[in-house]
């Protein structure tokens, strides 16, 4: 079987913890886009880990780990986190497999994204990893991929051709010195050895996979509403977050993704700028926000919170064909007296239940909410669905009724065991 993990919201659903739980059943699991803006954290044996590139099912023996065409990398993150591995004694020799193709951050990328958002009226509150950058190189047909770092001559014509137009852009756009092609060459050709031997044709090794009967998991970054296309633009990320990205990202025919489980956390968070209609106050979103420890796994910065929003998790369920939906951080809503799922918004005295294209009427919308009791139930040792409390299983079926999807996971807690399986 082949199973697509999404994010239903902004990122940070906790994607991480649900792809740990299904490595166990798959044999690959994939990265397919973004790059090391993504921070997914797993905690396993009382430890965690926060993996920004390297599939979070790493940590599963035996299991191999690919990194598809459709990330971009960082070499120096990512040889960090291949060295921290090691560090914490597991084994990846042999399970870590990245596409040749995928394009690679250089400095100037990291740079000109801060640059960029400095002088932007309207921020975007990236993560100034070099994404957009990058991507824009990719498309630009000027980006460099992991297997040009093999070959010093073609980095050499490539890197030059970069910098010649680069340094005059940095300098007469951003007042910024430029970048010294002797520097940046000698530093990546060394990520190139030491990378060189997992660089790896993962498209074919995936589809032969799945001649093999094998399983595949295809774990996604950031989040539907951060998408390129579909997402809250231009306060969105630089990939295709969605379900269609993990085909283009690995070289998998649609045909083949037997399976899209979607992820939402039971309530919103929102880590960068963009709108946000169903955002708490700033005295509950900090109270939230201590509670869920809702604080970026990547950049550190303080994630804004809000009621859950079923108009924007509805949209994610069709735009990414997701028949089964896991609710992270369910626990999180304890001890509260009320709480409400949004439904639809109020603009202009128009009611949407549908999510309106038009940023500005984004922006603009008051949420239309329906108001539920809370629970004073602590849920974190709860094991079996019926054991939850009476208003959190109603506050569930609603959820179900409203996105017209089946939970199949609730997670109440951090670590694996913190879950009941439906
Ligand atoms: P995971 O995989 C939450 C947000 C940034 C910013 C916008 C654009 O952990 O869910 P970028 O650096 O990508 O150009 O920033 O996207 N963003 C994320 N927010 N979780 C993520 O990944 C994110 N990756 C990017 O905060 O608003
Ligand atoms: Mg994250």
Not at 51 to 70: A, D, Q, R, T, Y
Request: charged share 25%.
């Amino acid at each position: 079987m082949n199973i697509v993990i999404v994010g239903t919201q902004w990122g940070d659903e906790g994607k991480g913890k649900v792809i740990d739980i299904l490595s166990e059943k798959v044999d690959y699991i994939v990265r397919y886009q973004g790059g090391s803006n993504a921070g997914h954290t797993v905690v396993a044996e009382g430890k965690e880990y926060i993996f920004h590139l390297i599939p979070s099912g790493i940590l599963h023996k035996g299991k191999v780990c690919c990194i598809g065409n459709g990330v971009v990398i960082d070499p120096s993150m990512l040889i960090k986190e291949i060295k921290g591995l090691s560090s914490a004694g597991i084994n990846i020799s042999g399970r870590l497999k990245i596409s040749p193709l995928a394009h690679v951050i250089l400095p100037y990328h990291k740079i000109l994204d801060e640059l960029r958002e400095g002088k932007r009226a309207n921020k975007i509150g990236t993560t100034k990893r070099g994404i957009g950058p990058c991507y824009s190189d990719k498309i630009n047909r000027c980006g460099i991929r992991m297997i040009d770092l093999l070959s010093p001559s073609v980095f050499k014509g490539k890197l030059k051709d970069n910098l010649k137009e680069k340094n005059e852009i940095f300098k007469k756009v951003y007042g910024h010195a430029g970048f010294v092609f002797s520097d940046i060459y000698k530093e990546y050709l060394n990520y190139g050895r030491f990378l060189r031997s997992y660089l790896f044709n993962v498209t074919y090794l995936l589809n032969k996979a799945i001649d093999d009967k094998k399983d595949i998991l295809f774990e996604g970054a950031q989040g539907t509403f951060l998408d390129i296309d579909f997402g809250t633009y231009p306060f969105v990320t630089s990939s295709s977050a969605t379900s269609g990205g993990a085909c283009t990202g690995t070289g998998i025919s649609p045909v083949k993704i037997d399976k899209i489980i979607g992820v939402a956390k039971a309530y919103s968070t929102r880590v960068g700028e963009g709108p946000f209609p169903t955002e708490f106050d700033d005295a509950f979103a900090q109270f939230m926000r201590n509670k869920g420890h809702e604080f970026g796994a990547t950049t550190g910065r303080p994630r804004r919170c809000g009621w859950f929003d079923s108009v924007m998790v509805r949209e994610a369920i069709l735009l990414n064909g997701i028949s089964q939906l896991a609710i992270m951080k369910m626990d999180i809503l304890d001890g509260l007296k009320n709480i409400k799922m949004c439904t639809g918004y109020r603009y202009k005295g128009k009611i949407f239940r549908q999510l309106p294209y038009d940023a500005q009427v984004l922006s603009g919308a008051r949420p239309v909410y329906q108001n539920m009791p809370g629970w004073s139930q602590n849920t974190s040792r709860v094991r079996r669905y019926k054991d939850l409390p009476v208003n959190a299983k109603s506050y569930l079926s609603r959820l179900e009724d409203s996105l017209k999807v089946r939970i199949s996971m609730i997670s109440v807690g951090s670590s694996r065991k913190d879950t009941i399986f439906i």
